[in-house]
């Protein structure tokens, strides 16, 4: 893949999140009785795919040791530009957070240059939940069981290979992208609302190929329904270990992605440690740990809120760098 130029404003998105987690640590106070009441989870993705998964494998747990309920509110579409905007928008007060793929964070404020929130000010990291790739799959009907098969098509069949993604600016379309520019290929995208449409789609051969999510395939893979082609990341993932990555298969890209709780500016930064400690301990608990394996993540290494602000700054780099090398930008 051809090396990508991050330049100034590249990084300047991408210590957005960074500074806004430095200013939440430089925040004091306001936590009172917090939580005495329900506390709402935004949920960037659409319900009973692997953003609801997990969602609700933090929010449960949670509910218990915060003695509150806690709802998941599933607000889909935009790559999670509506989540992200409801969040950013709502009181920091500790009742609203947003539960985010990677992508949602990374990759918006830089194909979606005028977002009506400001993600440098309005959305303050918490913690991080999972880590992991991205899955390439296809309809069994093609006959690709590689990366290679899928190339080799595409490139003898210019324009008739369609891919599907969860959405414009989604990982998953960046990533395939980035591989259409590295081998030449010519494949329209289909930008899916929600991963459950997409995937329903993908089963039923009304598209060939797509990225999906880590998670939402894999029991369909189990029963035969669709083949994974590859995976993206640095390891292969505890679900597919029978499945290589695109590395293996020769194209480099190793970026992992994650789920991360947000909390709009002004949270009261012991309402952030808080949360924080607790979404860590929930993710060590063995059936916790279980079930993120199950669902073909790992847990993370625990990290506290500017920790995970450090890293989300340096994954900005690579995600942003090949948002603007592939041109996806708004004009």
Known sequence: ?????INRRTLMVGSMLMGAGVRALASTGGAGNWPSRPIRIVLAGSAGAGGDIFARLIANPLAKTLK????V????????????????????????????PSSSILINPVIHPKLPYNAEKDLVPVAQVGAAGILLM????TGFKNLADMVAYARKNPGKLAYGSWGTGSSGHLAMEGIKAHYGLDMPHVPYKTLVGEVTDLIGNNISVAFTDIASPVQHMRQG????????GS???PATQDVPTLAEQGYKFEADGWYGVFAPAGTPQEIIDRLNTEI???QKLDEVRAQIEGQNMIVPPSRNAAQFAASI???AAIWQGLAKVTDLRDK
Do not use: H
């Open 73 to 100: 509110d599933a607000k889909p579409g935009a790559n999670g530009l509506i989540a992200c905007d409801t969040v950013a928008k709502a009181a920091g007060d500790g009742y609203t957070l947003l539960f985010a």
């Open 225 to 232: 329904r669709l083949v994974a082609l590859g995976q993206t």
């Open 313 to 315: 700054q340096k994954d």
């Open 280 to 282: 860590n301990k929930i």
């Open 235 to 237: 390891q292969r993932w």
């Open 138 to 141: 296809t309809n069994p009907s």
């Open 68 to 71: 509150q309920p806690v709802v």
């Open 1 to 5: 893949m051809t090396p990508t130029r």
